[in-house]
């Protein structure tokens, strides 16, 4: 099995969770919003020895998850801006395999192991905090990983990381009234220790970002992208491998489109990733579904 950095490959941070629009205040009062992600990734290393042998090893997973995120956005100002608290669930399934195959002069012998795992993944609570001059928005956000979600350090699939994360950023997004609209959201992660397993993974820095066109009032099109290296080293009585860390981009297309259903406005967005330059991490690509109610219009423009 090919080693992963940020302990098994799974970051406290979701790349791709802000895409465009991400700093533009929204509408006071309660919101849901819903997603549906599904991802796709594998990883593979090979070693030769001096005595002609050599091993190959691979490792891949696929996702699926549901997201539900009930919020409040606050009317009143807070520091001059908008605040806005939301709570993350999740549910979904994980499939795990890894393989190996030892190579020599006299033959070669496979070996093979797979997991499925089923249930409830990590809570997430998050804040934000947005500012609105003409067509300049900031936004600040602070996040934590809860483990409370499945998970089994014995087993190879698992639908929480196993420890606590803290994580906080910035955001900025240009929107103008001729549709053009370009956000960057940029984070880091603070990751504590396993108690499970002794590791602990380094600081992971993250850029998420989204430009769209505006085709009428209800209908935008774009593109969206990330990108995920690991600041600091692994480390902790588990990390048997020393620093070991992490990076990869992505970038994709994405559509949105604005739907009314009476008291209820909806916004509908579907973006796509494709992985590429990875380094010590599953590299595929993955979809977001997402799918936002709320009570007031947004902006004809839409946001994702």
């Known amino acids: 099995m090919p080693a992963l950095a940020d302990e098994g490959g799974a970051s406290a941070w979701l790349p791709g969770q ?37 091993l190959a090893a691979g490792y891949s997973l696929a996702e699926n998850y549901v997201f539900l995120t009930p919020s409040y956005t606050f009317s009143d100002p807070v520091l001059n801006g908008q605040l806005w608290l939301g709570m993350t669930f999740a549910v979904g399934n994980a499939n795990t395999s890894v393989s190996a195959v030892l190579s020599g002069p006299s033959g070669s012998f496979a070996a093979s192991s797979s997991d499925f795992m089923t249930g409830v993944g990590d809570l997430y609570p998050l804040a934000t905090l947005k500012w609105q001059l003409g067509n300049h928005n900031v936004m600040t956000y602070a996040t934590a990983a809860v483990p409370v979600g499945a998970y089994d350090a014995t087993r190879l699939a698992g639908l929480g990381i196993g420890h606590w994360a803290i994580d906080g950023g910035l955001g900025y997004t240009f929107a103008n009234d001729a549709g053009l609209e370009f956000s960057i959201t940029a984070g880091v992660t603070y990751n504590f220790i396993n108690s499970a397993t002794q590791y602990q993974s380094g600081v992971d820095g993250h850029i998420d970002w989204g430009a769209s066109i505006a085709l009428g009032e209800k209908l935008y099109l774009g593109v969206v992208g990330y990108f995920y290296d690991q600041l600091g080293p692994d480390s902790g009585p588990g990390a048997r491998l020393g620093a070991f860390q992490s990076k990869v981009t992505a970038v994709g297309p994405q559509i949105g489109y604005a739907i009314d259903l009476g008291v209820v406005h909806a916004d509908l967005n579907l973006r796509g990733y494709k992985e590429f330059d990875a380094q010590n991490r599953p590299e595929g690509w993955n979809l977001w579904l997402t799918l936002s109610l709320s009570k007031f219009r947004p902006p004809a423009r839409g946001r994702s």
């Open 18 to 54: 802000f895409a465009s629009f991400a700093a533009e205040p929204g509408d006071p009062g309660f919101a849901l919003e819903t997603i549906y992600y599904t991802r796709s990734a594998s990883a593979s290393s090979s070693r030769t020895f001096p005595i002609g042998a050599s």
